[in-house]
């Protein structure tokens, strides 16, 4: 069955640093996403991604964050400046047409130190 | 715009028991409904979804859920709670805008025991 992938699993960074959050999302799909879960707390929309451009994105995603889509394959959330709130865990996800098909990766788990 | 409500954050059942776990919804039309699953430390699993086809949906591990439209809910049951079914679950809604986001509950964990 297709899979998202996402890499790193974990990544431990400094305060102040940028950090960037790789996924390859299913081959087929056109619409990507990135959520956020804190520790303990419920998965919150970030942003989406479709036709090479944000479609929406929540309060959250404020200018330290940014997503790429800089190949075909890949799909990237960069977070500068990394603060101690931004500690979370990362799930990229895409799917097909229509609101069903969603397939989420394993996740990122992203602490900033 | 869509929300949605899990009532109970903490659920616990005998092993063999009943599993219930409730979700109510708000949406302006008809939703995409979908129950995740999340293990300790690991990712978001689909357990089902809805999708306005049948309202009793089943999904893996034995679980499944009605769509109740008078009632606004999605909740989701199994006959038999068994010990690997102890994690974190998630209901969530399918805006139903351009991005089609989901929108999560704030979760219920479920404990079982022996």
């Known amino acids: 069955e297709p899979e998202v992938t996402q890499t790193p699993s974990h990544q431990v960074t400094q305060m102040g640093q940028e950090v960037i959050l790789r996924c390859v999302p299913i081959s087929n799909h056109l619409y990507f996403y990135w959520y956020r879960q804190i520790l303990g707390q419920k998965v919150e929309f970030l942003v989406s991604f479709y036709n090479n451009e944000i479609s929406e994105k929540s309060e959250i995603f404020d200018d330290q964050f940014s997503v790429e889509r800089p190949d075909g394959s890949n799909f990237t959330l960069k977070i500068r400046s990394t603060k101690l709130e931004d500690s979370a865990m990362y799930f990229c996800?895409?799917?097909?047409?229509?609101?069903?098909?969603?397939?989420f990766g394993s996740g990122t788990r992203l602490t900033v130190v | 715009a869509q929300s949605v409500t899990q009532l109970g954050s903490h659920v616990s059942v005998s092993e063999g028991a009943l599993v219930l776990l409730r979700c109510n919804y708000s949406?302006?039309?008809?939703?995409?409904l979908f129950w995740y699953v999340q293990y300790p430390n690991q990712g978001l699993q689909l357990l089902l979804k809805?999708?306005?086809?049948?309202?009793l949906v089943k999904g893996i591990n034995g679980f499944e859920a009605e769509f109740k439209k008078s009632e606004t809910s999605f909740h989701l049951t199994k006959p038999s709670a068994h010990m690997s079914d102890a994690a974190e679950y998630f209901c969530?809604?399918?805006?139903?805008?351009?991005?089609?986001?989901?929108?999560f509950g704030s979760g219920t964990r479920l404990l079982v025991r022996p």
């Open positions: 949406s302006s039309v008809p939703p995409y």
């Open positions: 809805y999708t306005s086809a049948a309202t």
């Open positions: 969530a809604v399918s805006a139903m805008d351009s991005s089609y986001k989901l929108i």
């Open positions: 996800a895409s799917r097909s047409t229509g609101g069903q098909g969603y397939t």
